[in-house]
């Protein structure tokens, strides 16, 4: 028996350009986490990221990076959020889950290769993505 679970499946989408700039941002702040704004668009659950914003208040270190206290503009076009593991998995932490914002979180681990980014919903789960 197949339980048939109507679930809203979210994908996203980025352009190669975006997914070299999240990896050279991750490099150049190594061994700190960087974190930076997914600019985009979303329609229908589908997420399409293009453009990168660096956030106002970031507050970076070794073990946290994001946005203590302090909102993020309120701008539609910001659809997600995207930092880095310097050690570890690319899971998200409580803290990640805690500090969910957007449509999408994106993770990428050391040592910030093509295939070290992942994307992730408000529930913790994977979700596909695609360079486009
Ligand atoms: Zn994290």
Not at 18 to 38: A, Q, W
Not at 117 to 122: K, L, Q, T, V, Y
Request: one cysteine or more; proline letters at 8%; a negative charge.
């Amino acid at each position: 028996m197949q339980l048939k679970k109507k679930k809203f499946e979210r994908k996203v989408s980025l352009t190669k350009e975006t997914r070299d700039g999240i990896l050279s941002f991750c490099k150049m702040n190594h061994p700190n986490e960087g974190i930076l704004i997914l600019r985009g668009k979303a329609k229908h659950g589908d997420v399409f990221i293009d453009g990168l914003v660096i956030p106002p208040f970031s507050e970076t270190g070794a073990d946290f990076a994001g946005f203590p206290n302090n909102p993020l503009p309120l701008d539609p076009s910001y659809v997600g959020i995207v930092h880095s593991h310097p050690v570890g998995s690319a899971e998200p932490s409580l803290t990640d889950l805690n500090n969910f914002f957007g449509l999408v979180s994106m993770i990428v681990k050391s040592p910030y290769e093509d295939d070290d980014i992942f994307a992730w919903d408000s529930d913790g789960k994977e979700i596909p993505f695609a360079i486009v």
